[in-house]
């Protein structure tokens, strides 16, 4: 008589980011070491809707994976709650695939979908945070946001060393959806003169006037950092936010980018400074994972299998502190994390 193994499946949804595939490994070699089957979920929730999944993964196949970029499983923002039949499918795949568990790697989307799934229908899942956008409640951080926050720092760097040869401001334009983490972390790391964000959006004017109180010190060139998620926001009272014409996703999201070019139009025609723009973009998902992300998505990787193995469902893996802990998912998608004042506080230490 066979006997089999508990099985576990992985997916991972939403946008991808580094260090995707370490937890994947980390998930996958302690569950394996413990004599559990592994299996691969492909595409995030669509996989369990439409039933794609990948032959179980061994330790040959996780071998390699720690520094890669991306996620072997492949992403989507699927919404099983927004198609028809949605949930029905994912819960009758589960039992097809004769899963016992899974851990669902993703963002407030993702886990949002896996919180509801345990609490309606006892699906037995435990999350692992990841965003690059840092925005998850319950955890300091997430795995992708140190790499993001790197990239963007080192394009920061650069455009320094160009905006100095051309006495220009120079506007770099990066991602943050809902919050301004990634602008405020990398513009301090980077040096930046000026940084808007959605959170506390200051004006155009004042930022022009900070622009302006710096030159007047001597400096002729200037950085501006504006996450994707600002909304300009003038004097007046006058708000715009500026978004691309794209269909709203399954999970209510319009497509963002382009606020950074309006802000330097504006920029150069308030000031008279010649204005340049570079939009960061998708180069920030890319990639290797940083050493720091490397470790954090490892850490989450084990403690999701402890969870498993010790079937604690409907909990998430979260980092507090220098410590790996566990959380109710509930807990970590009831709000979104936005940047503290005093966080902003600092960057604003070194406006203008
Ligand atoms: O949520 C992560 C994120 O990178 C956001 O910062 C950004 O707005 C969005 O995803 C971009 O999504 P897409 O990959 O669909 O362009």
Redesign the pocket.
């Given at each position: 008589m066979r006997t089999m193994a508990s099985r576990v499946g992985i997916l991972t949804g939403?946008?991808?980011?580094p260090g995707l595939n370490a937890v994947i490994r980390a998930v996958a070699r302690r569950s394996l070491d413990r004599g559990w089957d592994v299996v691969g979920v492909r595409e995030g929730w669509r996989g369990l809707v439409e039933g794609k999944y990948d032959a179980p993964l061994g330790y040959r196949e996780i071998s390699g994976l720690l520094p890669r970029g991306g996620t072997i499983l492949g992403t989507s923002?699927t919404n099983p709650y927004k198609i028809e039949g949605g949930v029905e499918a994912v819960l009758e795949n589960f039992a097809a695939i004769e899963l016992q568990a899974l851990v669902a790697i993703g963002?407030e989307d993702t886990l949002g979908v896996a919180a509801r799934l345990h609490e309606e229908h006892a699906l037995p899942v435990v999350g692992v945070p990841k965003?690059?956008?840092n925005?998850l409640s319950a955890t300091d951080y997430t795995f992708g946001f140190d790499t993001?926050v790197w990239v963007c720092a080192e394009a920061i760097d650069r455009l320094h060393t160009t905006a100095e040869s051309h006495n220009r401001v120079m506007v770099v334009e990066v991602?943050?959806?809902h919050t301004g983490w990634?602008a405020v972390m990398s513009g301090i790391a980077g040096g930046a003169d000026v940084i808007l964000i959605p959170e506390q959006p200051i004006t155009v004017e004042q930022a022009c006037r900070d622009i302006e109180r710096r030159h007047a010190r001597g400096k002729d060139f200037s950085i501006v950092v504006v996450s994707?998620?600002y909304e300009l926001t003038y004097e007046t009272g006058k708000r715009r936010r500026v978004m691309q014409s794209a269909p709203i996703?399954e999970f209510g999201?319009v497509?963002?980018?382009g606020v950074g070019e309006v802000l330097a139009k504006d920029i150069e025609e308030r000031t008279g400074f010649e204005t340049r723009v570079t939009v960061l973009?998708?180069v920030?998902?890319g990639g290797s994972p940083t050493p720091r992300d490397r470790v954090l998505a490892t850490r989450y990787g084990l403690k999701a299998a402890d969870l498993v193995h010790e079937g604690r469902f409907g909990q998430m893996a979260a980092l507090h502190g220098d410590a790996i802990v566990d959380v109710p998912l509930k807990d970590a998608v009831a709000e979104l994390k936005t940047v503290p004042p005093d966080w902003y506080a600092v960057a604003q230490a070194f406006f203008g």
């Open positions: 939403g946008g991808d980011c923002r963002g965003t690059i956008d925005d993001a991602m943050g959806r990634i994707e998620g996703d999201h497509r963002l980018g973009g998708h920030q998902r």
